[in-house]
């Protein structure tokens, strides 16, 4: 069966610092791979999507920046924090061959005071 | 443009009762329909899904949903809702994007409670 994981689970970080969340999906090969933002009370709003090793998409311009080195890895990376990049993050896989469902790990709360 | 509409932000049921939370969408083409929810602090899981075919579809939990292309709705629904129940719930509407796989555009959510 496939699973995903996200770590950490939780992170503060002061503004200016950097910024590397990881992503990896077990059981699946060559899958589509997305980050998520979701801010307190609101929707979630996608950064980022992958359709293989080193090919990335950005959907909303911002300090954030995204990678795939790995075929089931997805890295989400800042040079410097801003206060705005606080909320909720989260990965998802999407398995193509089934009409594009999505699944979503468990998340990481970043806090950036 | 394609979006997701959720009408309400926050419903309140009596444990037992029936369920409908709501979702309109404007897509392009012919959509693909899912439900998800989420609780506090926790990812999204997937309750159900429409593709083609039976306009009802049955879910996880109990739930079930009813694709009306002429509304352009995609309403969930449940019989008798428990308080295991209380979450957000999110609409997403997705399909082809570019010829590059999937892209899912969310509504905003539907917070639901549930009193005792």
């Known amino acids: 069966s496939q699973t995903i994981h996200q770590w950490p689970a939780t992170l503060v970080q002061p503004v200016g610092s950097p910024l590397s969340l990881e992503c990896t999906v077990e059981?699946?090969?060559?899958?589509?791979l997305y980050w998520y933002r979701q801010a307190a009370g609101r929707g979630l709003q996608l950064l980022f999507y992958?359709?293989?090793?080193?090919?990335i998409s950005s959907e909303v311009p911002q300090n954030l920046s995204a990678s795939r080195p790995q075929d089931r890895q997805f890295i989400l990376s800042s040079k410097k924090l801003l206060l705005s990049d606080s909320g909720f993050y989260l990965c998802?896989?999407?398995?193509?061959?089934?009409?594009?469902?999505?699944?979503f790990g468990p998340g990481t709360r970043l806090t950036v005071t | 443009a394609q979006s997701v509409t959720q009408p309400d932000i926050h419903i309140t049921v009596s444990e037992g009762a029936s369920l409908e939370l709501r979702c309109n969408y404007s897509?392009?083409?012919?959509?693909?329909l899912f439900w998800y929810v989420q609780s506090p602090g926790q990812g999204l899981q997937l309750l159900l899904k429409y593709f083609s075919g039976d306009t009802l579809v049955q879910g996880i939990k109990g739930f079930e949903a009813e694709f009306k292309r002429s509304q352009s709705s995609f309403n969930l629904r449940k019989p008798s809702v428990h308080w295991s129940d209380a979450a957000e719930y999110f609409c997403?509407?997705?399909?082809?994007?570019?010829?590059?796989?999937?892209?899912?555009?969310f509504g905003q959510g539907t917070e639901l409670s549930v009193k005792p």
């Open positions: 897509y392009g083409a012919t959509p693909y």
């Open positions: 059981g699946t090969s060559n899958p589509n």
């Open positions: 998802a896989w999407e398995r193509t061959s089934l009409g594009y469902e999505q699944y």
């Open positions: 992958s359709v293989g090793i080193g090919q």
């Open positions: 997403a509407v997705g399909g082809p994007y570019y010829n590059q796989g999937g892209k899912l555009i």
